[in-house]
């Protein structure tokens, strides 16, 4: 049974540095996917990025040169990390999984249907 366990997040002030840590039990990581979602209240789950065994990523525009995600396959693990968040990055971050191959390029964080696995999610808050 494949399952996301994610841990990290918290409470920062603007501008401020959080790191994220989400692992995968019960199959290789190498087959799979990874990707970060983000939801506010209300809101439909968005994707923020992804990484592919290959190394491939994918940002959504909004985090571009302020959030890297970063894969251990040995620890079957993926990483994100924020820098300058900004209070309108408070949300609820997602660690997710869909089948994917090893050799495959980036994967699209444009429909959350895509993915298959979810972890419980995580509180990320930004004060100004």
């Known amino acids: 049974q494949v399952r996301l366990q994610e841990s990290g997040g918290g409470s920062v002030q603007s501008r401020g540095s959080l790191s994220m840590f989400c692992e995968l039990s019960g199959a290789n990581i190498r087959d799979f996917c990874m990707a970060w979602f983000r939801q506010y209240p209300g809101k439909e789950r968005e994707g923020v990025a992804s990484?592919?065994?290959?190394?491939?990523?994918l940002y959504a525009d909004s985090v571009k040169g302020r959030l890297t995600i970063s894969q251990d396959n040995l620890e079957n693990s993926v990483w994100l990390d924020s820098s300058s968040l900004t209070p309108e990055d408070s949300a609820v971050y997602y660690c997710?999984?869909?089948?994917?191959?090893?050799?495959?390029?980036?994967?699209?964080?444009?429909?959350?249907?895509?993915?298959?696995?979810w972890g419980q999610g995580t509180q990320v808050t930004v004060s100004s």
């Open positions: 997710a999984a869909r089948i994917w191959s090893p050799t495959g390029g980036a994967c699209p964080i444009s429909d959350r249907e895509d993915f298959t696995y």
């Open positions: 990484i592919a065994t290959t190394g491939a990523t």
